[in-house]
């Protein structure tokens, strides 16, 4: 039994079998903080604004308390709210320009809202967006749930050649096609440099590797992205609110952790 453990220890090390690895967190937010407080601005900031988002959405984003706020039990809540003029405002959270990973493991613990017309996601986008574009950047779509599907999520990639409807994507679902609304659920990714997996709640559900692609297209998630968190509001995918929404509906995130894999130690006397 040793010398299989040394010799597969062995192997490990000339790159023929793929090492054991470990997780090391190198940022997160908790939200923990009074009720009605802000986020914490060294690590949030916002998207404003409307003009349907390229996906003719209704919302206006905004960076007001009454859209996003910690609910004083360790919670984030994004809210989507109806005014009395008929106009929809929520809110678009994104770490651009304060944080930036590549490669590792990024998981969000999530309670999303329901109805017809609600879009709530947490995703990344490439941070070279403002110099490329997008698609170009890369998009990467660790939770998306559209209202009409309650007991649905999807998990996407876009790049050129393969966005919006011919993203590449999957779907999961829970047991007796349960709501996900009822309950929190965690939502991640494990990427790395030629694999993008999706889990939920720790289950693997999707892997998209550079074959998955269309023939001839790129490969763009080969650099620093960025997390955004939001509830969009109508849209050419989930459609719009109809007489059976309800307003407010709120995304309650109890946390956004991300991890960097970091290599087994090597054990002594093993050869370099």
């Known amino acids: 039994m040793r010398l299989l453990t040394l010799l597969f220890a062995m192997l490990a090390v000339a790159g023929r079998v793929d090492p054991a690895t470990t997780w090391r967190l190198i940022w997160s937010d908790e ?23 390229g996906n003719r959405e209704l919302e206006v984003y905004t960076n007001s308390p009454a859209n996003v706020f910690l609910d004083g039990a360790g919670h984030l809540t994004i809210r989507a709210i109806r005014g009395d003029n008929g106009e929809y405002t929520s809110a678009r959270l994104k770490t651009s320009g304060l944080f930036e990973v590549q490669y590792g493991k990024i998981e969000a613990r999530i309670k999303i809202p329901s109805g017809q017309g609600i879009w709530p996601a947490f995703w990344m986008l490439g941070g070279d967006i403002g110099r490329l574009s997008w698609p170009s950047c890369g998009e990467v779509d660790v939770l998306e749930n559209i209202g009409k599907e309650p007991s649905l999520v999807h998990g996407t990639v876009h ?52 074959a998955s692609l269309p023939a001839g297209a790129q490969w763009v998630f080969d650099h620093p992205f960025f997390l955004l968190l ?31 894999a970091v290599p087994a130690r090597r054990p002594p006397g093993l050869p370099r």
């Open 31 to 53: 939200f923990n903080g009074p009720a009605n407080s802000a986020l914490d601005a060294a690590k949030w900031t916002f998207d404003l604004g409307g003009g349907g988002w």
């Open 159 to 210: 790049g050129p050649g393969y966005s919006g409807g011919q993203g590449i994507t999957a779907q999961t679902g829970l047991p007796a096609s349960a709501p996900f609304s009822d309950d929190f659920h965690v939502f991640g990714v494990e990427w790395s440099a030629d694999t993008i997996e999706f889990f939920l709640d720790g289950k693997s559900y999707s892997k998209v590797v550079p």
């Open 230 to 260: 939001n509830v969009a509001v109508g849209g050419q995918w989930p459609g719009y609110p109809d007489q059976t929404s309800q307003f407010p509906q709120s995304m309650l995130v109890d946390w956004v952790r991300v991890w960097k």
